[in-house]
């Protein structure tokens, strides 16, 4: 995931006491999430393209519970086209359709059997993480929820498709709190942890849309700081292992999930900038969720792109 010994990109200047970039953000990983429609491979083409160094994929419709199997030959293929491509992070994101937290006995051990299905596929593709949301509780209450989604985290870490790897991640994505989705705090997230048996190789996705949703101010280069120091007295930053950086079309604690184009929602560049830049996380993975579509413009990606790279190396005046 890209973690460690990673240059740190905001630096005091000595002379003149402004934050500039030091010149080391060629470990910057950042990518977007693309189709696989046309086959696995078709994604890295197109981080290629798109000169990114992450990238997040589904590995089927994420609508549809049936998976076709990856055929070995595809994965062997895939991990080739990978280890020759510029792709340093590589994220597979769960189906929509999975409810880890559900009350309804069918509909949770279905979730969790296609979990550890996610998660042998994303071992086939060589990925480094998996992200996946956790569902709602109904009517069954926090409490309950959280001990289903712990209950189905020990199940995955102590089976095979856990074990055959020892190296992949299983990232939790915060919510935007619509109805009685789970993961919408950071305290909510830290209570599911520690009632996992072995959190080792589990972290957190930080969906900025969904925080700011939330009710996590990501708007200034201060809220930036406040929200993150309390994403840390929650659950520690060394949790954070990836951002999904989406700005938000609905406002500040609004729980309305709304993805964004980079600078042009309610977080703004300014927000999306500090977190881009704030030290503690500069080294991870960030990843766009944002639209396809930007005013007409087909090549959407390409402009968030841009926007986030000049976001990223803006020197700030302190
Ligand atoms: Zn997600
Ligand atoms: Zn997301």
Same mark, same amino acid.
């Given at each position: 995931?890209?973690?460690?010994n990673? /240059?740190?990109?905001?630096?005091v200047h000595?002379?003149?006491n402004?934050?500039?970039?030091?010149?080391?953000?060629?470990r910057?990983?950042?990518?977007?999430?693309?189709?696989?429609?046309?086959?696995v491979?078709?994604?890295?083409?197109?981080?290629?393209?798109?000169?990114t160094?992450?990238?997040?994929?589904f590995?089927h419709s994420p609508s549809v519970?049936?998976?076709k199997p990856?055929?070995?030959e595809?994965?062997?293929?895939?991990r080739?086209?990978?280890?020759?491509?510029p792709?340093?992070s590589?994220v597979?994101?769960?189906?929509?359709l999975?409810n880890l937290a559900?009350?309804?006995?069918?509909l949770?051990?279905r979730s969790?059997?296609a979990?550890?299905?996610?998660?042998h596929r994303a071992?086939?593709l060589g990925?480094d &993480?998996?992200?996946?949301h956790l569902?709602a509780?109904?009517? &069954?209450?926090e409490?309950?929820?959280?001990?289903?989604?712990?209950?189905a985290?020990?199940?995955?870490?102590a089976?095979d /498709?856990?074990?055959?790897?020892?190296?992949l991640?299983?990232l939790?994505?915060?919510?935007a709190?619509a109805g009685t989705?789970?993961?919408s705090?950071?305290?909510?997230l830290?209570a599911?942890l520690e009632?996992?048996?072995?959190a080792?190789?589990?972290?957190?996705?930080?969906?900025?849309?969904h925080?700011?949703a939330a009710?996590y101010?990501?708007?200034?280069?201060? &809220?930036v700081?406040?929200?993150?120091d /309390?994403?840390d007295?929650?659950?520690g930053?060394d949790r954070?292992?990836?951002?999904?950086?989406?700005?938000?079309?609905t406002?500040l604690?609004?729980h309305?999930?709304?993805?964004?184009?980079i600078?042009?929602?309610?977080i703004g560049?300014?927000?999306? /900038? &500090?977190?881009?830049?704030?030290?503690?996380i500069a080294?991870?993975p960030?990843v766009l969720?944002?639209p396809?579509?930007?005013?007409?413009h087909p090549d959407?990606?390409r402009i968030?792109l841009?926007?986030?790279r000049?976001l990223?190396a803006k020197?700030?005046a302190q």
């Amino acid at each position: 995931m890209g973690r460690a010994n990673h /240059a740190v990109v905001a630096a005091v200047h000595p002379l003149d006491n402004r934050t500039v970039t030091t010149g080391q953000d060629e470990r910057f990983l950042l990518g977007c999430h693309l189709s696989i429609a046309g086959g696995v491979d078709r994604a890295i083409d197109e981080a290629e393209r798109l000169g990114t160094s992450a990238l997040q994929i589904f590995t089927h419709s994420p609508s549809v519970w049936r998976m076709k199997p990856i055929e070995p030959e595809t994965a062997r293929r895939f991990r080739g086209r990978r280890a020759e491509s510029p792709i340093d992070s590589l994220v597979v994101h769960t189906m929509y359709l999975l409810n880890l937290a559900t009350p309804d006995d069918a509909l949770y051990q279905r979730s969790v059997d296609a979990l550890l299905d996610e998660v042998h596929r994303a071992v086939q593709l060589g990925a480094d &993480a998996v992200v996946t949301h956790l569902g709602a509780h109904k009517d &069954a209450g926090e409490e309950a929820g959280i001990e289903r989604i712990a209950a189905a985290l020990d199940h995955l870490t102590a089976s095979d /498709a856990w074990t055959e790897t020892d190296d992949l991640r299983l990232l939790l994505e915060n919510t935007a709190g619509a109805g009685t989705t789970m993961g919408s705090t950071f305290g909510q997230l830290a209570a599911i942890l520690e009632d996992v048996a072995d959190a080792e190789r589990l972290g957190i996705c930080l969906d900025t849309c969904h925080a700011f949703a939330a009710g996590y101010d990501l708007g200034t280069t201060c &809220a930036v700081a406040e929200t993150l120091d /309390a994403f840390d007295r929650a659950l520690g930053l060394d949790r954070l292992e990836m951002i999904h950086l989406n700005d938000s079309l609905t406002s500040l604690g609004s729980h309305r999930d709304r993805h964004a184009h980079i600078g042009r929602g309610e977080i703004g560049e300014a927000g999306i /900038a &500090a977190v881009l830049r704030h030290p503690r996380i500069a080294d991870r993975p960030f990843v766009l969720e944002t639209p396809k579509t930007l005013d007409g413009h087909p090549d959407a990606d390409r402009i968030n792109l841009a926007a986030v790279r000049a976001l990223r190396a803006k020197e700030e005046a302190q």
